[in-house]
């Protein structure tokens, strides 16, 4: 998972609070980066695009098949973090492998291990004062995203451990927007998906609490309830620093319009953390309503 802005860094900033604020999202982003990562059953590399996608997968014992969880991990808004590894949070994969599920995390183009240009720049910026500018395209940045997962979708499709006739998808953050958008194509197999405080466009330097066009990304959420069907979960804390504590409850009310089986769970505040981190450090506040919610599915 990567943590971190969500797009590039102003230019301008007062010297002595960018470096700190610099120096602090490193440090956010390396520890929780490496919380307790487990390592992975095996790697694959999945051709895409004149790049091999690096794919973690982690999985029960036994020789399968296994019910799939795909997950896609967030955006980091410097080429520094972007470019280190990326792996699923340590009790996510393990809630999941209790339950003989395995997990599938690909590592998308232009970051980490597999590295490649930056595909995903949705084109938001912000001055030094914090006002959002540019002219974003969170549409384009998720449909990007999503089709590197599509890749790894169809290779699952010859593994013999893999049953893709039971997939969950699962995001974070820009990888929580990608999943919305995957859910929304109602793709063979795939059963539900699960929103960890997806969107893009915030920063929570220059702006605590209020995304970037947050608007924008109403109207797309909109626009994916309208094709959605399948159930789906969206879990957000109340401490988020990148999306605040009303504007989730937004986007989930205009996908909702869409009439498809739709549960959103505002958790608590995330103790001693950015809230945004909720699949990290919040696994007390968001694994009672996913279990509920698996277990409502039949799986």
Same mark, same amino acid.
């Given at each position: 998972?990567?943590?971190?802005?969500?797009?590039?860094?102003?230019?301008?900033?007062?010297?002595?609070?960018?470096? /700190?604020?610099?120096?602090?999202?490193?440090?956010?982003?390396?520890?929780?980066?490496?919380?307790?990562?487990? &390592?992975?059953?095996?790697?694959?590399?999945?051709?895409?695009?004149?790049?091999?996608?690096?794919?973690?997968?982690?999985?029960?014992?036994?020789?399968?098949? =296994?019910?799939?969880?795909? =997950?896609?991990?967030?955006?980091?808004?410097?080429?520094?973090?972007?470019?280190?590894?990326?792996?699923?949070?340590?009790?996510?994969?393990?809630?999941?492998?209790?339950?003989?599920?395995?997990?599938?995390?690909?590592?998308?183009?232009?970051?980490?291990?597999? #590295? #490649?240009?930056?595909?995903?720049?949705?084109?938001?910026? @912000?001055?030094?004062? %914090?006002?959002?500018?540019?002219?974003?395209? =969170?549409?384009?940045?998720?449909?990007?995203?999503?089709?590197?997962?599509?890749?790894?979708?169809?290779?699952?499709?010859?593994?013999?451990?893999?049953?893709?006739?039971?997939?969950?998808?699962?995001?974070?953050?820009?990888?929580?927007?990608?999943?919305?958008?995957?859910?929304?194509?109602?793709?063979?197999?795939?059963?539900? =998906?699960?929103? /960890? &405080?997806?969107?893009?466009?915030?920063?929570?330097?220059?702006?605590?609490?209020?995304?970037?066009?947050?608007?924008?990304?109403?109207?797309?959420?909109? %626009?994916?309830?309208?094709?959605?069907?399948?159930?789906?979960?969206?879990?957000?804390?109340?401490?988020?620093?990148?999306?605040?504590?009303?504007?989730?409850?937004? @986007?989930?009310?205009?996908?909702?319009?869409?009439?498809?089986?739709?549960?959103?769970?505002?958790?608590?505040?995330?103790? #001693?953390?950015? %809230?945004? /981190?909720?699949?990290?450090?919040?696994?007390?506040?968001?694994?009672?309503?996913?279990?509920? /919610?698996?277990?409502?599915?039949?799986?």
């Amino acid at each position: 998972m990567t943590q971190g802005v969500d797009e590039e860094p102003p230019v301008g900033h007062i010297e002595g609070m960018k470096l /700190f604020c610099s120096l602090f999202t490193v440090l956010l982003f390396l520890v929780a980066s490496t919380l307790g990562a487990l &390592a992975p059953s095996e790697t694959a590399r999945v051709p895409f695009d004149g790049v091999d996608l690096v794919t973690l997968i982690h999985k029960p014992a036994g020789p399968g098949p =296994f019910p799939l969880v795909l =997950f896609s991990h967030g955006r980091a808004g410097t080429t520094q973090e972007r470019a280190r590894d990326h792996v699923p949070p340590t009790g996510f994969v393990k809630f999941w492998l209790d339950r003989g599920f395995a997990v599938v995390s690909p590592v998308r183009v232009g970051y980490g291990q597999t #590295g #490649g240009p930056d595909r995903e720049d949705s084109g938001q910026r @912000w001055s030094s004062a %914090g006002i959002p500018g540019g002219n974003p395209d =969170f549409d384009a940045e998720a449909t990007r995203a999503a089709e590197c997962d599509l890749a790894v979708l169809d290779w699952l499709k010859t593994q013999p451990w893999a049953d893709n006739q039971k997939i969950i998808l699962a995001g974070q953050s820009v990888g929580g927007m990608t999943t919305v958008k995957l859910g929304s194509l109602n793709l063979p197999g795939v059963r539900a =998906f699960v929103n /960890f &405080a997806g969107g893009g466009g915030g920063n929570p330097d220059l702006s605590p609490g209020k995304s970037g066009h947050p608007e924008r990304l109403t109207e797309i959420y909109r %626009g994916y309830g309208r094709l959605a069907k399948v159930p789906s979960l969206w879990l957000y804390a109340e401490n988020d620093l990148y999306w605040g504590p009303t504007v989730p409850e937004t @986007w989930f009310q205009a996908f909702a319009e869409g009439g498809s089986p739709a549960h959103f769970v505002h958790t608590p505040a995330v103790p #001693g953390h950015n %809230g945004h /981190f909720l699949i990290t450090f919040g696994e007390d506040l968001w694994r009672q309503p996913l279990t509920d /919610f698996v277990q409502s599915l039949g799986l």
